[in-house]
């Protein structure tokens, strides 16, 4: 009888409750508010934060939309893997070599279904892996404790971001053009871009050395400074060995550290250079990294080398790393325990050799660049694309190339290029902090097959042409 009496009272309880909320909710016939009551509530776009107006977070919704409105065009836009090397057999098989290497490491059925289906460690439950991956196939020598595993790439950037920039007065450089994924993150966070502006034979330490010293002249405060050494994205190009070096040393020097992004090393032909962490003595480089490329995207799961010692207040000592697993626990909590063992599983059949698991993959990509800078040669030879001003780089891998153009390569001329003559491509302007990039189109390779290159460079020289004319 109490059982029921309790239950009864909460029952009557619950139903006083509402009665109360719907007086509360529910207006008057006759009061102002009944006019109002059902209308929904509008927001300014004034009242948001001003990232949301920004044009760089509009860049990726806008080739969508562009793509979907003319499906019949022939896209050098997207960024993403040959859909050629998926099967869908792949998956199954990198979880449960996943799973073999669990139970080889002693863990009980328990611990394996815990470790699948609950919430996992923030800093990621395949650390280990990763780094003796990392020490197979780029020789970087870093302890597990230093590596966060991540939600793609494009986490790893905002926690570094985050925990770096401290102040108004703190300054992040970038290599521009640049990847709309770190000002994308610099913007959202409020955070100061400092543009160093690339050359067309490359990035120069001499240009970086100089807006560093600009920076402190006027009381600000480099704090890190983000490329992409290794067939950069959006342009393409490659840092030179020495200019590693001496990138490096400049860092030291003035105690600015360097964002290593570098996704494409493992989908390019041939040897690479070593990596910029790879090289570094001095801890002044944070590696961020991917697997979006070199094993699936869909996985979205990527990781920072965050090595650097920090010391509190009291002396006590952290990994830099550490730092970002806080900021981490409050932005995805952690990764996906599926996607790090389809990852993990994959790492682990190759030997953690990511280059052998990409040796199609990279010859594949070598092939596409080029055949499209052969047949753009083709179609626009060399005295021909003389007398209209037209110019491109050439790769040796990577996804992406550059074509310079003495017309405004814009959204308008995108729009053009995608109507009248079926072929879409990426205005380089979005990937110019400063502004820059207005007479050149990104191309991109690695989503096409050499049937729509062929067919998508010839489209695109067409257009090429006839907008010359015009210019």
């Known amino acids: 009888m109490a059982e029921r009496g309790v239950h009864e009272y909460t029952h009557h309880a619950d139903e006083g409750l509402v009665s ?41 919704n806008f080739l969508n939309e562009v793509t979907l409105r003319y499906p019949d065009a022939i896209s050098f836009a997207p960024g993403r893997p040959y859909d050629g090397f998926f099967d869908n057999e792949q998956i199954f098989s990198h979880i449960r070599r996943y799973l073999e290497h669990l139970q080889e490491q002693g863990s009980s059925p ?16 395949i650390r280990e892996i990763i780094a003796d991956s990392l020490r197979a196939d780029e020789d970087i020598d870093a302890p597990a404790e230093s590596v966060v595993v991540t939600v793609g790439a ?26 709309v994924g770190i000002t994308g993150a610099a913007r959202l966070l409020d955070i100061a871009l400092t543009p160093v502006v690339e ?3 490359g990035f120069s330490c001499a240009d970086l050395e100089a807006a560093i010293q600009h920076e402190k002249a006027r009381g600000r405060r480099p704090r890190a400074f983000y490329l992409v050494p290794d067939h950069a994205n959006p342009s393409g190009n490659t840092l030179g060995l020495r200019a590693r070096a001496e990138l490096l040393e400049l860092a030291a020097r003035h105690g600015i550290l360097i964002l290593e992004d570098s996704p494409y090393r493992m989908v390019s032909p041939g040897r690479p ?28 799961v990527g990781f920072v080398v965050a090595d650097q010692v920090v010391v509190d207040q009291d002396g006590r000592s952290s990994l830099l790393a550490d730092e970002l697993v806080k900021i981490k626990s409050m932005v995805t909590v952690n990764t996906s325990s599926l996607s790090q063992a389809a990852v993990a599983g994959a790492l682990l059949a190759a030997q953690g050799r990511v280059s052998e698991l990409n040796a199609r993959a990279g010859a ?19 005295d021909r694309r003389a007398s209209l001003g037209v110019r491109w780089n050439e790769p040796t891998g990577g996804f992406f190339l550059t074509v310079q153009v003495p017309f405004r390569a814009d959204e308008a001329a995108l729009t053009r290029s995608a109507q009248d003559f079926g072929v879409i491509w990426t205005p380089m302007e979005h990937f110019h902090p400063e502004k820059g990039g207005h007479h050149a189109m990104r191309l991109s390779i690695s989503y096409l097959t050499p049937t729509e290159i062929d067919e998508g460079t010839a489209r695109l020289a067409r257009f090429i042409e006839a907008e010359s004319a015009k210019a």
């Open 20 to 60: 109360m909320l719907s007086g509360f909710l529910t207006p008057q016939a006759n009061s102002p508010a009944a006019l109002t009551a059902t209308e929904p509530v509008t927001l300014r776009k004034t009242d948001l934060h001003g990232s949301v107006s920004d044009p760089v977070l509009d860049t990726m």
């Open 110 to 125: 328990q611990q394996i279904r815990t470790a699948m289906y609950q919430y996992g460690p923030t800093a990621g439950q």
């Open 154 to 179: 494009q986490e790893a950037m905002l926690l570094v971001l985050r925990a770096l920039i401290s102040g108004p007065d703190d300054v992040l450089l970038v290599s521009s053009p640049c990847y």
């Open 199 to 201: 050359r067309e034979d």
């Open 273 to 300: 250079l070593p990596t910029l962490k790879s090289l570094d003595r001095a801890r002044t480089v944070v590696h961020l990294g991917s697997y979006s490329k070199t094993i699936f995207p869909g996985a979205r």
């Open 364 to 382: 594949y990509y070598g092939d596409a660049m080029q055949c499209t800078l052969r047949h753009l040669d083709a179609r626009l030879p060399a």
